[in-house]
């Protein structure tokens, strides 16, 4: 995966747009966050440092919450569900089948930056399990032979 140009002038106008105040700091991580698609570690210091801020505190906002990413994240995210429901249906192994259809592990990105494959506890449509959503889109009834075709039509 190519590393990302983090560029201060870009992070300047994120900080600049909430006034650089320390009390945004969600805010600020969630707009670099959004235009990096994960969190670079030269943002967090600009951030920090910018907003006088210790850095452990930037990085223990940015690890608390499960909607930022230190790490670079796919184009696409895959999330598994492995709630009861879907559990019981066989989510164990579809979540095996996408390890192997991506060559990756869970909670990690493809070489390509494609996609981001992550469990979740549950989403709540258990009727439907078991379940995989990409993107927001569910995909329900899910089975091993259904893994890769699914993938395929993401770009």
Known sequence: MSKISVKND???????????????????????????????????????????????????????????????????TVHVCMGTACHVRGAAQILQQMQNEMKISCGDTTEDGKFTLESVACVGACALGPLVVVDGEYAGQMTVNKVKPLLEKYD
């Open 10 to 76: 870009t992070l300047a106008k994120i900080l600049d747009r909430y006034d650089k105040d320390k009390g945004q700091l969600i805010s600020i991580l969630q707009d670099v966050q959004a235009e990096y698609n994960y969190l670079p570690r030269e943002a967090v210091e600009f951030v920090s440092s910018q907003l006088d801020v210790p850095l452990s505190q930037v990085y223990s906002v940015a690890t608390f919450f499960k909607a930022f990413s230190l790490k670079p994240r796919g184009r696409h």
